[in-house]
């Protein structure tokens, strides 16, 4: 069963850029939505970006403009390009899958990139 890596995480100034990259370490069939998930010190864990196998997206208002999220889905990977970063955006970010077979619905964690815009 595969897993979820991600990378490409790191310390940034405002103002500056980085790409997340997560990718499985084993096919994972029926793979449906990625996504990345952050989650901000003191904070719960809150959506960021999501695609569809389909290449559809979804925002939060938050990141809206600032980041995009893409996939490459001959091999399992997700991106996430985040520009004009805030410090506001200094958290770890998770990348997330779902694959669906029949009623069975698998969920998949990454164990998280730190993330750190500095002011």
């Known amino acids: 069963q595969g897993q979820l890596v991600e990378s490409g995480g790191g310390l940034v100034q405002t103002g500056g850029s980085l790409r997340l990259s997560c990718g499985a370490t084993?096919?994972?069939?029926?793979?449906?939505?990625m996504a990345w998930y952050r989650q901000r010190p003191g904070k719960q864990r809150e959506m960021v970006a999501t695609?569809?196998?389909?290449?559809?997206?979804n925002y939060a208002d938050s990141v809206k403009g600032r980041f995009t999220i893409s996939r490459n889905n001959n091999n399992d990977t997700v991106y996430l390009q985040m520009n004009s970063l805030k410090p506001r955006d200094t958290a770890t970010y998770y990348c997330?899958?779902?694959?669906?077979?029949?009623?069975?619905?698998?969920?998949?964690w990454g164990q998280g990139t730190q993330v750190t815009v500095s002011s």
């Open positions: 084993a096919v994972i069939p029926n793979l449906e939505t």
């Open positions: 695609i569809s196998s389909r290449g559809s997206t």
């Open positions: 997330h899958a779902d694959s669906r077979q029949g009623l069975t619905v698998r969920l998949y």
